[in-house]
């Protein structure tokens, strides 16, 4: 079934002489369940198309559609929901709030929705993620690993329609990448998680079930990997 369809987008910047596209036609559309990877040299468009499906940048012309919803037509107050609700979002460097600890960012979404925090699905991640003894430590107190393993709970907490994941890796040593991409691994087998990562390491993209390649903002390539 479709989650994600994305059609002639389109993203430019400056005027003139100046003009620089950073997406050119872009059209391609993504299935529940599906791990997809997106790669690119840097200044590809490859972080632009992400920003642009998480709703936190619109796209000059063209259309992005997340669970059949049109995200250009909603204003800003229905989008801030859509945002918080349907898409989980993973940063390189974490975005973790300083002043909460694991159990407090992990739980901040469903606190920001004004809902109630499920604590067997809290606890069923924490234990995944394998962050039971760090509960009440904050974010400095944690290596690079722990603290993007709480931003993948932080995520998840939801139960995102879309995971967005902009090089989460790109910040660790080797082991820790290693150990960031088999729990997202996880996330899409255990809980069928859609899920689209940004990457410009291609070994980290063979992870993935299908590899989008974009240059100079274009679809140049979409191949399923297995």
């Known amino acids: 079934m479709e989650l ?22 872009v059209s391609f559309s993504v299935n529940k ?7 690119g040299a840097s200044g ?27 995200i ?10 859509f945002r918080r609700r349907e898409v ?13 600890n694991v159990e407090e960012n992990m739980s901040l979404p469903i606190l920001l929705d004004h809902k109630t925090v499920d604590q067997t699905y809290l ?19 944690l290596s690079g690993g722990q603290q993007q393993r709480v931003s993948i709970g932080r995520a998840l907490m939801n139960h995102p329609s879309l995971l967005l994941c902009d090089e989460p890796t790109g910040n660790l040593d080797s082991k820790s990448g290693a150990e960031i991409i088999n729990l997202l691994k996880l996330s899409n087998q255990k809980y069928k998680q859609t899920i689209i990562m940004i990457t410009h390491d291609h070994e980290l993209a063979m992870q993935a079930d299908r590899i989008i390649t974009i240059d100079d903002g274009k ?8």
Do not use: M, W
Not at 4 to 25: I, P, Q, R, W
Not at 88 to 100: A, S
Not at 125 to 131: A, E, F, K, V, Y
């Open 4 to 25: 994600l369809k994305v059609e002639h987008l389109c993203k430019t910047y400056g005027t003139g002489n100046t003009l620089v596209k950073a997406l050119d036609d």
């Open 44 to 70: 590809s468009g490859k972080s632009t198309l992400l920003h642009i499906l998480g709703a936190v940048d619109k796209p000059t012309s063209g259309t992005v559609y997340i669970g059949g919803e049109n």
């Open 123 to 141: 606890n069923e991640l924490i234990d995944i993620l394998g962050l039971r003894s760090r509960l009440k430590h904050l974010p400095n107190e």
């Open 33 to 39: 369940g599906e791990f997809v990877a997106i790669v």
């Open 88 to 100: 989980g979002l993973i940063y390189q460097f974490y975005n973790l709030i300083p002043i909460l």
């Open 219 to 226: 679809i140049i390539r979409d191949e399923v990997v297995k």
């Open 72 to 81: 250009g037509l909603l204003d800003e107050n229905a989008l801030a929901i």
